[in-house]
T-cell receptor, first 112, second 115 residues
Framework: DGGITQSPKYLFRKEGQNVTLSCEQNLNHDAMYWYRQDPGQGLRLIYYSQIVNDFQKGDIAEGYSVSREKKESFPLTVTSAQKNPTAFYLC???????????FGSGTRLTVV | AQSVTQLGSHVSVSEGALVLLRCNYSSSVPPYLFWYVQYPNQGLQLLLKYTTGATLVKGINGFEAEFKKSETSFHLTKPSAHMSDAAEYFCAVSDRGGSQGNLIFGKGTKLSVKP
């Protein structure tokens, strides 16, 4: 079955470390997205990519970086510059013209 | 710019009662509108969407929503709540109208269902 796979499901980071969250899709979707979710704040867009080798900053890109070297993959790196990284991170994809996103099951990142 | 407002961050109903979750949107172009459901520690799942055509949209799990342009609303309803409906619900609108834009999400409404 086609879908989006996020890994790991739970991730612990020490202060000052960079960590990378994986997002892979086999839906052949062009666009991919990263959202951060905090209680009571809904979903906030971090980065998005509408085509391979191109990506744009969302509303809260500071302290994060991404790459889109392959259509199927859109990894997110949480850098040490992100001062409050503890959150639930969601990856999504979309085929332009169809409307609506398909979401992964999320990665919960905790700073220890 | 497009935006979404969900009225009520938390709604509580009794099992068997009507579920009504409110969503109002702002859009300068004809909107595409969506409702998603999220269970704890999971991703979002599409419940239903309005694109064009019939304004009453039926989705999964017995939910439906009606697009009312004059009221800029897209409220989600279900006639009879089940315990399994307890989750968080998000309304979203496309930020450039139609199917080409990114989705703008509301802050979510957490639905509790009492036995």
């Amino acid at each position: 079955d086609g879908g989006i796979t996020q890994s790991p499901k739970y991730l612990f980071r020490k202060e000052g470390q960079n960590v990378t969250l994986s997002c892979e899709q086999n839906l052949n979707h062009d666009a991919m997205y990263w959202y951060r979710q905090d209680p009571g704040q809904g979903l906030r867009l971090i980065y998005y990519s509408q085509i391979v080798n191109d990506f744009q900053k969302g509303d809260i890109a500071e302290g994060y970086s991404v790459s889109r070297e392959k259509k199927e993959s859109f990894p997110l790196t949480v850098t040490s510059a992100q001062k409050n990284p503890t959150a639930f991170y969601l990856c999504a994809s979309n085929q332009q013209g169809l409307g609506g996103y398909t979401f992964g099951s999320g990665t919960r990142l905790t700073v220890v | 710019a497009q935006s979404v407002t969900q009225l009520g961050s938390h709604v509580s109903v009794s099992e068997g009662a009507l579920v009504l979750l409110r969503c109002n949107y702002s859009s300068s172009v004809p909107p595409y509108l969506f409702w998603y459901v999220q269970y704890p520690n999971q991703g979002l799942q599409l419940l239903l969407k309005y694109t064009t055509g019939a304004t009453l949209v039926k989705g999964i799990n017995g939910f439906e929503a009606e697009f009312k342009k004059s009221e800029t609303s897209f409220h989600l309803t279900k006639p009879s709540a089940h315990m399994s409906d307890a989750a968080e619900y998000f309304c979203a609108v496309s930020d450039r109208g139609g199917s080409q834009g990114n989705l703008i999400f509301g802050k979510g409404t957490k639905l509790s269902v009492k036995p």
